[in-house]
């Protein structure tokens, strides 16, 4: 099986030569174990990270109606809106290192895609403030092109088959100093180690056309990140929709990218009490704060000795997700 992983000098921040993240020389590359093993480990810290926004308040009644008693334009009235900020993300602080699980769980709207997308160098500007840092240094454009992010909403092309799925972004994402031949073999590699394999010349298909299940739709989002052998990886809810079991089984697919050197960052909506103990850390999220940060086995503890514990057992996920809710 054809192996294909970054080698890069300890400094990192050059691409030597390479305009491709995981372009490494062809010797070294057949000698790597494992196409999932990350050669250029990240750290990433994020300290006291705000994100606020500029809103029109609406309160006092519709567009239309405005309009009509105003005669006013739509474009007249935003002068005459009354512009709020809202806070969205509040002093969010925690970091994670390779091979851990950082899960970031809230409540629907507390913050969770947003701390993502700013983790993930996608929000930029002025309304964000707090520092990020990976491996103790400023994002770079190097670190940027390592980092792999999989959506909620699957962007894949229903018509296709898995495999002509990852083929076709082989094709169009990897360098061009690699061949036809080898750009296919990258694929067909991770098709294998992420058991795709029996569902590989299925359709992804849609609401309308019957394709692969929810959580095989899910393992090709995730494919389509690992072909560029991302040293740090961050999902968006990637187990919502799915039920126990292949929830279970697409977070055990990243426990062992975890333990591959990988930086894995997830949100997740209600995870089960079996999910909860694969996360090295969590993050609790409750209207844009950060209400826990810590290891995921200490956070009942903590939530105990400030005077906080369930009156009888129940997932600790379930009980911080109650907390967040202020329940
Ligand atoms: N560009 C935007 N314009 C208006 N509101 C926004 C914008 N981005 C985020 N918000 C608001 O910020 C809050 C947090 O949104 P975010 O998507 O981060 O929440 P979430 O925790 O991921 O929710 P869910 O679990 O439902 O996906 C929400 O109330 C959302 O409506």
């Known amino acids: 099986m054809p192996s294909f992983a970054a080698v890069e000098p300890p400094s990192g921040d050059s691409t030597h030569g390479s305009d491709h993240p995981s372009l490494c020389p062809r010797d070294s590359r057949d000698q790597l174990p494992s196409l999932m093993s990350s050669c250029y480990p990240i750290t990433l810290q994020f300290i006291d990270v705000s994100y606020r926004l500029k809103m029109e308040n ?22 005459t809106a009354n512009i709020q900020e809202r806070i969205i993300l509040n002093g969010v602080t925690g970091i994670v290192s390779p091979g851990e699980i950082l899960a970031i769980l809230g409540p629907s709207g507390s913050g969770k895609s947003t701390l993502l997308n700013v983790l993930a160098g996608r929000l930029q500007g002025h309304s964000f403030t707090g520092t990020i840092l990976a491996n103790n240094k400023k994002p770079t454009k190097h670190i940027s092109k390592r980092t792999g992010f999989v959506t909620q909403d699957d962007i894949l092309y229903p018509h296709l088959t898995v495999r002509e799925t990852l083929i076709f972004c082989s094709l169009l994402r990897l360098p061009k100093t690699l061949t036809k031949k080898e750009k296919t073999s990258i694929a067909e590699s991770v098709i294998t180690e992420l058991g795709l394999t029996k569902c ?40 919502s929709g799915l039920d126990a079991t292949a929830a279970h089984r697409l977070v055990s697919t990243l426990g062992l990218l975890a333990h591959r050197g990988k930086t894995i960052i ?49 997932n600790p996920a379930d009980f911080l997700l109650d907390l967040a809710n202020g329940t």
């Open 58 to 79: 609406k309160a006092k009644g519709n567009s239309i109606r405005r309009m009509i008693n105003h005669g006013l334009a739509p474009s007249d009235q935003r002068s």
């Open 266 to 314: 997830t949100s997740m909506h209600q995870p089960s009490s079996r999910l909860f103990q694969m996360f090295n850390s969590v993050l609790v999220l409750s209207e844009g704060r950060c209400l826990y940060f810590g290891k995921a086995s200490e956070a009942m503890g903590y939530f105990e000795s400030v005077g906080y514990s369930p009156s009888f057992p129940m």
């Open 200 to 239: 590989q010349n299925t359709i992804i298909g849609n609401s309308f056309i019957r394709g692969v299940s929810g959580g095989e739709r899910k393992r090709v989002s995730i494919a389509h990140e690992m072909l560029i052998n991302p040293s740090l990886l961050i999902l968006d809810e990637p187990t």
